[in-house]
């Protein structure tokens, strides 16, 4: 498995044309800002793909972007999907550690598929960092 000097996985390239998948982790947002990212995200040459998970909200807990299953299970397929080349989180905010005990973090670092995220999406990127040295 390729490495940086520092030790860290490296990436496969995300280039322009690059599938890039969009999950929400966290919180929910606002549909126009949703459709700005995708025009922008389009406009820099990147195909960004996405189902109706990404719109999920749960009544219960009304600050997260659905159930923390529907959240998993919306990273899982998006990092099983050969086709994406890198997986973009939508917001950060709460709620993306709830997923962490779904994740098969070492099969994500095999693949070597970018994640993008910030605020609460450092979970995501702690985790995938901490198992490094056992894969």
Known sequence: MPRTRAGFVKIRPVRPGATVALVALASPFPRDAFDQGVAELTRLGFVPVWDERVFATDADVPFTSGSAALRA??????LANPAVDAVIAVRGGYGSVEVLPSIDFAAWRRRRTAFVGYSDLTSLHVALEIG????
């Open 73 to 78: 299970d919306a990273l899982r397929d998006a």
């Open 132 to 135: 490094r040295a056992h894969v």
